[in-house]
């Protein structure tokens, strides 16, 4: 005989699964709790038990999706061990870049969040991400220290670096083309160090 939490957890683990599928490809305005409902192949009661507002659940879909979010220790290590900044720079991208890849509803939860205004976003990304910005900001603070040329924080190159790699990651997904270009995002990386 199966417990109730088993099924619970299996009713809790579908509607958040059709949520963040939802969630991602039309907004927290664009899905009603009936929409999630019918996708979970559950009662729309069911839902309300689980998260008594459809914000509640929303907030849940981008948590779970945020809390995925990890680093590979490999790739840490080609940060660290890159020929100088630009390159340091460049593989910082493409960790962010793969793991973005991995984890395409999160980034399209986050820019509809973003755009649509969700105040809980801001707290829910600082967070979710920050433990993220910082590892990676360790990361590249020793390369910043050796070019002291260049003038900016670490903390803040990491963040234009996760900007142009969402962006990247948008604009790949609204045309996609196979891979993006290389060359596109080394020259994004240096207009970064450029400061202009």
């Not at 949520?19 to 899905?31: D, E, H, K, N, Q």
């Not at 981008?62 to 995925?68: A, D, G, K, S």
């Not at 755009?115 to 360790?138: C, N, P, Q, S, Y």
């Not at 260049?150 to 990247?168: D, E, H, K, T, W």
Request: negative net charge; hydrophobic residues 45%.
């Amino acid at each position: 005989m199966k417990s109730l939490d088993t099924t619970k957890d299996k009713f809790e683990d579908r509607i958040l699964d059709a949520a963040i599928r939802l969630f991602g490809s039309r907004g927290y305005r664009g899905v009603s709790t009936r929409d999630i409902a019918v996708a979970a192949k559950v009662n729309e009661v069911t839902i309300y038990r689980h998260y008594p507002r459809k914000r509640d659940l929303y907030i849940a879909a981008i948590t779970v999706e945020l809390e995925r979010t990890h680093l590979g220790g490999e790739e840490l290590k080609e940060i660290d061990e890159s020929p100088d900044l630009r390159q340091a720079l460049f593989r910082t991208l493409r960790l962010i870049e793969a793991t973005l890849w991995k984890q395409p509803d999160m980034l399209r939860l986050l820019l509809y969040g973003s755009l649509e205004g969700a105040a809980d976003m801001d707290i829910l990304i600082r967070r979710h991400l920050e433990e993220f910005v910082e590892i990676l900001t360790a990361h590249i603070e020793p390369w910043i220290a050796k070019d002291e040329t260049l003038g900016q924080s670490p903390r803040a190159l990491v963040m234009g670096i996760a900007a142009i790699a969402v962006f990247y990651q948008s604009i790949e997904r609204l045309f996609p083309s196979g891979t993006i270009d290389s060359a596109a995002l080394a020259a994004s990386v240096n207009h970064c160090l450029s400061g202009n």
